[in-house]
């Protein structure tokens, strides 16, 4: 008999917990850019690699975060993962310069990945029956999506207050606190020992690789050049280590199991997950600063007006269950990336009126509408999707799933960051004209560096480049309406073949 000590309660609390640390600190320095730019004398693109860097190590980590929890155990992965990225919080508040900032948020990256891999498996082997497990799932991703919504309110407060710092140390007590309630408290979990799969340093390092070479042409192509070597050297190297991912995983033991792919329904949820976080939180450090420059507000103030934002996704959140049980997961997720898709069109309409007088009621009112939109969509497109990654695979995959599906997370923000910031600045530039000496103060705010007689050209590049950020997100929101399709149930088989067409069934056969 369990002991009372150690509930289902208590490792979804500290499951929880960890989630909305981690969640929490891809968008609270969103805020502070501006002021980390101004501190540290860094422009944007080294300003992106703050975001960046942390989802990056992030996503690409939690391929074989995921694989290692199902082998030394879920709740040893989840501690050490939170105390790494506690002490890396301390070396972001304490960093001297950008470069050490970068590399400090790369290691909180690593801590997350330890600490979410395997959140949804610990969920699952806390909750085995299906209506606690679903309603389970569905308030984890509300009280995550939540804290991602809040993140720019909490940095609003922690910078107007303290200074941008504050934002990286207040984790070091609650990551404390988390990492001895998860010993003291939190049950070990571990998936039947497979003698077939191994640690794979190799595939980790493939995919890492892979995923910096790609990533790093985004952020270096609007200022160095697309057709500049480095950016294509980079950009090659990124596809060769990609394929020799792929290769090196032909096998079936490694980091990621290529059946699982297979299964429609879970590779489904995995692409719409990376598409969800791409137009939501890799659109929100563009909102942030538009909101932050354009209107002149503060971060508390910026923090503030985001709250229709994170008030509709709360309240939205609040009904998610009661909806998956009145409608299938491929209509909730299509419906979600509708009302995303409308806020970000009316938030490019905010902007593009916005230049003319940031001031303007009808363009406050589109803001406003648009941000909560954006929080119902998010409310209601993640919850479902959690629910068919770990529902549509065996429970012995149930870590690597969690960790595949998780890593499109991150992933997403990151390449959302990254492209957007590529079409973000090339507006930019196209707007100024002869005047692109000014495009670095312009793409990150900082107004006051500009000429008073460039300031309305300045103000007017600004909102262009918005603008076509929200509207290539909301054609992205198209497409993920289209690819919800992906889950719906499989086709019915004949009962007598019934056994072959399982996930356990259909993975074995590929395997």
């Known amino acids: 008999m369990p002991s009372r000590r150690r509930t289902p309660r208590w490792t979804f609390a500290l499951v929880s ?75 972001c508040g304490l960093a001297p310069d950008v470069g050490t900032l970068i590399a400090a948020r790369a290691a909180q990256g690593v801590g997350g990945a330890l600490v979410f891999a395997p959140t949804l498996a610990l969920i699952a082997a806390a909750y085995p029956e299906g209506a606690r497990r679903q309603g389970a799932i569905a308030a984890f991703a509300a009280i995550a999506s939540a804290a991602g919504a809040l993140g720019p309110v909490v940095g609003g407060v922690l910078v107007d207050l303290l200074g941008w710092r504050w934002i990286f140390l207040v984790n070091v007590p609650i990551g404390v606190l988390v990492v001895a309630g998860a010993l003291a408290r939190m049950p070990e979990s571990a998936a039947p020992r497979d003698t077939r799969r191994r640690i794979d340093p190799l595939g980790a390092l493939l995919g890492v690789g892979a995923l910096l070479a790609l990533h ?19 950009a090659a190297v990124g596809v060769g280590l990609a394929l020799a991912l792929v290769a090196s995983q032909r096998r079936g033991d490694g980091l990621i199991d290529l059946a699982l792919l297979r299964v429609r329904a879970f590779s489904g949820a995995a692409l719409l997950g990376f598409l969800a976080r791409l137009t939501s939180l890799g659109v929100l450090a563009f909102v942030t600063l538009w909101l932050q420059s354009t209107h002149a507000y503060t971060p508390l103030e910026v923090g503030l007006h985001l709250l229709p934002l994170t008030g509709s996704l709360l309240i939205a959140g609040l009904f998610v269950a009661r909806l998956q049980r009145r409608f299938a997961a491929d209509a909730l997720v299509a419906g979600g990336f509708a009302a995303q898709g409308a806020g970000l069109v009316l938030l490019a309409v905010a902007g593009a009126w916005g230049s003319a007088g940031p001031g303007s009621p009808t363009a406050g009112a589109a803001t406003v509408i648009g941000l909560v939109l954006l929080g119902i969509g998010g409310a209601v497109i993640f919850p479902p999707l959690m629910g068919v990654a770990v529902s549509a695979v065996p429970a012995d995959r149930a870590g690597m799933a969690s960790g595949l599906t998780n890593a499109c997370y991150p992933l997403g923000t990151a390449t959302g960051i990254a492209v957007f910031g590529a079409l973000f600045s090339a507006r930019v530039g196209e707007g100024l004209g002869p005047e692109a000496g000014v495009r670095a103060a312009v793409e990150t705010g900082r107004f006051e560096l500009v000429p008073a007689a460039l300031q309305p050209l300045a103000r007017s590049a600004f909102s262009g480049g918005f603008t076509a950020v929200c509207l290539a997100a909301a054609l992205v929101c198209a497409v993920g309406v289209l690819a919800a399709r992906t889950l719906r149930p499989e086709p019915e088989v004949p009962v007598d073949a019934a056994a072959q067409e399982t996930p356990s069934a259909r993975m074995a056969e590929a395997s």
């Open 216 to 234: 790093y042409p985004l952020v270096a192509g609007p200022e160095a050049g697309w057709a500049s070597p480095q950016v294509v050297l980079s």
């Open 17 to 91: 917990a960890g989630g909305v640390m981690m969640t929490l600190d891809v968008t609270v320095v969103n805020v502070a850019l501006s002021g980390i730019a101004r501190d540290l004398e860094s422009g944007l693109g080294q300003v992106q690699w703050t975001v960046s860097a942390y989802s990056l190590a992030f996503g690409a980590l939690l391929l074989s975060s995921g694989a290692l929890s199902d082998r030394i155990g879920r709740r040893t992965v989840f501690t050490a993962g939170m105390a790494l990225f506690t002490l890396a919080s301390a070396g």
